[in-house]
């Protein structure tokens, strides 16, 4: 698992927010800048980010790792707004959703699967049997999980047979939601697992773009999403414009602090940038070769210790 350069691309808004153009021009940028790690779902874009993901890597030649993941599916919450909800991890579901993903990545084999959910409803010895077969036809390389709690990837860890490779768990992690912190990232790093990172900026929150008492930018996530408007609470904000004012003081952006923040501080990570578009990208990106003083953060960690309980968010492992 280990990489040239730390970050991943996150596909979750492949053929949603970014169409097949937009998200082409990011794949390929990318490539052109040594990230090799893709991460996507059947889930993001209704399967059209497999698609679309499948499709532009028929045009480069470069190597590089694609995690896919099966277990959730989309569905409609009572206030008529979309969430999702865990699909069983039966051996049916598990061979179908691993053939479908395959026929749309336009690969032989999927070099990282991971289970999207915890599925409390189907025995884990069916679940693992089902990707040991995949694993011995050579369709998966590598398994891990996605939004799972401590005691659940423990479970899980026990369980996994020596001959599976469990190599990777995704969580949502960031400098002012550290949830992650206290029991899950030091479970991974004991049993040499791999820590892959989402909302590495919080929703956009760690980018400098939502002010306390300013309308949000109509193309922002939180323009969009009641949700992040609903997390955003003047509290939050007050926070978020003292960390953007450290920052600026700093001749940095609060996107580079944030994300050099998880990378000084893990090394058997990889961050997942949920990127919109190219000059996202780069920002991101110089982050691996900027410096940022050590007295820059020992200001972020004042501040946060006064204003949030950043061990407490989010508020659970797994969002729906």
Known sequence: MKLSVPLGIGTLHFGSLLDRAASRKVILRAIDKGV??????????????????????????????????????????????????????????????????????????????????FDPSTPIAETLNALVQLHEQGKIKKIGCSNYNPVQLQHLLKKVPDNLPFVAAQCHYNMIERRAGRKFIPLCEQ??????????????????????????????RAAMSPRIQKWLTPQKLKTLDSLSFIAKESGTTLTKISLKWLLKNHSQMIVLLGVRNCDQMEECLQTVSSEIDTAVFEKIEALLRNELDVYKLPSRYFEK
């Open 191 to 220: 049993n040499e697992v791999w820590v892959v990172v989402n909302r590495a900026l919080a929703r956009g929150a760690l980018t400098g773009q939502y002010v306390l008492g300013q309308r949000f930018r109509n193309e922002s």
């Open 36 to 117: 090799s790690f893709f991460d996507t779902a059947p889930l993001y874009g209704n399967s059209l980010a497999e698609e679309i993901l499948g499709d532009v890597l028929l045009e480069v030649h470069e190597k590089v790792l694609i995690a896919t993941k099966v277990g959730l599916c989309v569905s409609k919450r009572r206030d008529q707004t979309f969430g999702v909800e865990v699909a069983r991890l039966n051996a049916s579901n598990l061979i179908s959703s691993v053939e479908s993903s395959l026929k749309r990545l336009k690969r032989e084999s999927i070099d990282l699967l991971m289970l999207h959910a």
